[in-house]
């Protein structure tokens, strides 16, 4: 079975920095795509950053230049170092991650989610 628990968020003032890490268990053959996504509330869950196995990276527009997403495949895990957070970066961050587990084929995979709170 496989899991990703996600940890590091909080509260922060605005302007500030929070660093979530993403770590996947279980019976893991590959990873192919990571990411976050985000979901405040009353709103649908978007896409925040993915990083393939190859390193190559891809941000929506509103976090470029402030949020990095990085990888370590030998340990399964998938960071977000979000700089000069801002209030409407208030949301429930997902780890999310596309990998082939023993007796499946590739699917994607979810963590519970972390709540990343950005006072003003």
């Known amino acids: 079975q496989v899991q990703l628990v996600e940890s590091g968020g909080g509260l922060v003032q605005a302007g500030g920095s929070l660093r979530l890490s993403c770590a996947a268990s279980g019976s893991i053959r590959r990873i192919n795509v990571m990411g976050w996504f985000r979901q405040a509330p009353g709103i649908q869950r978007d896409l925040v950053a993915t990083?393939?196995?190859?390193?190559?990276?891809d941000y929506v527009a509103s976090v470029k230049g402030r949020f990095t997403i990085s990888r370590d495949n030998a340990k399964n895990t998938v960071y977000l170092q979000m700089n000069s957070l801002k209030p409407e970066g208030t949301a429930v961050y997902y780890c999310?991650?596309?990998?082939?587990?023993?007796?499946?084929?590739?699917?994607?995979?979810w963590g519970q989610g972390t709540q990343v709170t950005v006072s003003s």
């Open positions: 990083i393939t196995s190859g390193g190559s990276t």
């Open positions: 999310y991650a596309n990998l082939w587990a023993v007796g499946s084929g590739y699917r994607d995979y």
